[in-house]
């Protein structure tokens, strides 16, 4: 009978060690995907393309130019920051919204690019809603809302650029 415990200690300690080093990576993991979720939310925030106006029509030129370009860096980063979330991540889906109505914001700029005004603040608007959904119930991502950085804020050393 005491052959039995000399064979239970051992597997009794494989299987703590395996349940150690299981929930060591999943915190890594979320501590790894809640760091690129705030460096997104940052990048939103201090985006002044995304500030609050009020749209009027306009001719397409040096400036819809300026925020069609911003608008596909801001796809790019949406597109870095999917790949550091862990597979099955609730955020995966959100920020496939988001990317779509950066999408959308292309498209139609580019079918009429009077509108550019009328389309930032709908994109705007869209990334709101999806930033309030992603930082709702998750502990470690701050909301901040998009393209409401004060004027004066800079990026650091090492940080990109938001326009």
Do not use: C
Request: aromatic share 6%; proline share 6%; hydrophobic share 40%.
């Amino acid at each position: 009978m005491e052959w039995i415990w000399n064979v239970l200690w051992p597997i009794v300690g494989v299987l703590i060690g395996f349940g150690a080093g299981w929930l060591t990576k999943r915190s890594l993991d979320r501590r790894h995907e809640s760091r690129a979720l705030n460096e997104l939310v940052t990048y939103l925030h201090l985006k002044r393309t995304l500030a609050p106006i009020d749209p009027q029509a306009a001719q397409g030129g040096p400036m819809e130019a300026r925020h069609r370009s911003a608008v596909q860096d801001l796809r790019e980063n949406l597109m870095e920051t999917l790949a550091h979330l862990t597979p099955g991540s609730g955020a995966t889906e959100i920020l496939m919204r988001m990317s779509a109505a950066s999408n959308r914001y292309l498209r139609d700029v580019a079918a009429d690019p009077g509108s550019y005004q009328f389309a930032l603040m709908e994109l705007r608007r869209n990334l709101d809603e999806d930033l309030r959904i992603l930082t709702d119930g998750r502990r470690d991502v701050q909301y901040l809302s998009p393209g409401e950085a004060p004027a004066g804020k800079r990026p650091g050393v090492g940080e990109r650029s938001a326009i």
